[in-house]
């Protein structure tokens, strides 16, 4: 089985849009910015073999604000810019109570049982309390990029870091057993 990188998109990837201490996501790809260090992070994490996979919540599809297709095409640029070949998206919003939605570990455990990753050796790198709670219930080692909004803190265990640069630098310089 393979070991994976979970990624968070908008705040993890590329920049979230913080209104009243609440990141929001690009509305539309000439909104998108690519934070600084990712794509030498994500360069960095594929040349050591490990698999990223982004899993990303986008409940603006469900509220009717943001298309699919404006998702969809978030996600390609995003796959093209930085060689990210898996993304799995929840369209779904809280009400709908859907598997996929985090924090529930649904995307985590649909795309392990997809592309044979070993959830337990995997990590999972995200910049709100519901990724690094869908991590922790996966069985994933949480980094948490810490952008300071003004909504609950996850729960421990996680390592807090500033960006995804911090976090594979951390991952690459320690073995899983450092991280148990």
């Known amino acids: 089985m393979r070991k994976a990188i979970f990624l968070d998109r908008d705040g993890v990837i590329n920049k979230a849009y913080v209104v009243d201490g609440v990141p929001l996501p690009p509305k539309s790809l000439k909104d998108v910015e690519i934070l600084d260090g990712v794509k030498e992070a994500t360069s960095l994490l594929i040349e050591n073999k490990f698999i990223l996979v982004v899993v ?20 390609a640029y995003l796959g093209q810019e930085l060689s990210l070949e898996h993304f799995f998206t929840c369209f779904h919003d809280d009400i709908q109570g859907c598997d996929c939605r985090k924090p529930k570990p649904g995307l985590l455990q649909k795309s392990a049982e997809i592309l044979g990753i070993n959830l337990y050796e995997s990590f999972l790198v995200g910049d709100r309390w519901r990724d690094v709670s869908a991590g922790q219930a996966a069985g994933c080692t949480c980094f948490f990029v810490d952008h300071g909004y003004t909504e609950k803190s996850p729960v421990l265990p996680f390592t807090k870091v500033s960006s995804l640069i911090e976090a594979a630098h951390s991952i690459l310089e320690n073995s899983n057993d450092s991280f148990s």
Request: negative net charge.
């Open 56 to 75: 990303t919540n986008q409940p603006d599809v469900a509220r009717g604000t943001v298309t699919r297709g404006a998702v969809e095409e978030i996600n």
